[in-house]
């Protein structure tokens, strides 16, 4: 069993019992497949760093959410996330509002995703109007090999039935203008899960990414500042 394959183990009897005993008798295996997961992290970094600079301070600690959900406005009140999950940019780690990379590891449901999720209003305008004056070069960044051929569909949730106001209905990439997530995934297989060298496949997928997200950033960083 790979160190992948035990974090997903544990996040799967999560998932059955998730209440605070089990959890806490339970503790011990809990830090163990977290301290791996943060291993994992920091080795992706380090590895990543090489090609996007942006990252070479980037902790793993601050990269990590944590693993107690907020339960105070949901009907559902399991205290425990059934995944791992963490965010690479910088800088802030997983309180970023730049567009970076996401791990997610979870029982079934394992991916990579790359993007801004969930912006501001403001900075979505942003986002839509930049998309639209430069879909040239963001047609380009779509329809390199290696992005294509890892990364299929952006994040639809959320998106509108209807061009934006302020663009015209008749944009040949209008679609792109709906979108309330510029965020795409690419989903993890079972092989990848179970081999030893996880973490460098993490790195090729995301290294794919390094044009999407320069873009992005371009108009979040003049956004932000």
């Given at each position: 069993?790979?160190?992948?394959?035990?974090?997903?183990?544990?996040?799967?009897?999560?998932?059955?019992?998730?209440?605070?005993?089990?959890?806490?008798?339970?503790?011990?295996?809990?830090?163990?497949?977290?301290?791996?997961?943060?291993?994992?992290?920091?080795?992706?970094?380090?590895?990543?760093?090489v090609?996007?600079?942006?990252?070479?301070?980037?902790?793993?600690?601050?990269?990590?959410?944590?693993?107690?959900?907020?339960?105070?406005?949901?009907?559902?009140?399991?205290?425990?996330?059934?995944?791992?999950?963490?965010?690479?940019?910088?800088?802030?780690?997983?309180?970023?509002?730049?567009?970076?990379?996401?791990?997610?590891?979870?029982?079934?449901?394992?991916?990579?995703?790359?993007?801004?999720?969930?912006?501001e209003?403001?900075?979505?305008?942003?986002?839509?109007?930049?998309?639209?004056?430069?879909?040239?070069?963001?047609?380009?960044?779509?329809?390199?090999?290696?992005?294509?051929?890892?990364?299929?569909d952006?994040?639809?949730?959320?998106?509108?039935?209807?061009?934006?106001?302020?663009?015209?209905?008749?944009?040949?990439?209008?679609?792109?203008?709906?979108?309330?997530?510029?965020?795409?995934?690419?989903?993890?297989?079972?092989?990848?899960?179970?081999?030893?060298?996880?973490?460098?496949e993490?790195v090729?997928?995301?290294?794919?990414?390094?044009?999407?997200?320069?873009?992005?950033?371009?108009?979040?960083?003049?956004?932000?500042?």
């Amino acid at each position: 069993m790979t160190k992948v394959q035990e974090i997903l183990q544990y996040l799967s009897q999560l998932r059955q019992h998730n209440n605070r005993e089990w959890f806490q008798e339970n503790r011990a295996w809990y830090d163990r497949v977290r301290g791996e997961f943060e291993r994992m992290v920091e080795e992706a970094i380090a590895q990543m760093a090489v090609f996007d600079e942006e990252l070479k301070h980037l902790t793993a600690k601050e990269s990590m959410f944590r693993i107690y959900r907020d339960v105070r406005f949901s009907p559902d009140k399991s205290p425990y996330k059934t995944h791992f999950g963490a965010y690479l940019a910088a800088p802030g780690g997983r309180k970023s509002v730049r567009s970076g990379y996401y791990l997610h590891l979870e029982p079934g449901a394992s991916c990579l995703s790359v993007g801004v999720w969930c912006p501001e209003p403001v900075l979505l305008k942003a986002l839509r109007q930049s998309v639209y004056d430069n879909i040239d070069e963001l047609e380009d960044i779509l329809h390199a090999p290696d992005f294509a051929r890892l990364y299929k569909d952006f994040y639809e949730e959320g998106k509108l039935k209807t061009v934006p106001r302020g663009f015209p209905k008749d944009f040949p990439q209008a679609d792109l203008l709906k979108l309330r997530h510029y965020v795409v995934d690419h989903p993890v297989e079972d092989a990848v899960l179970a081999s030893d060298h996880f973490v460098d496949e993490v790195v090729r997928v995301f290294r794919a990414a390094l044009p999407f997200n320069r873009f992005l950033n371009y108009t979040v960083d003049e956004w932000n500042n």
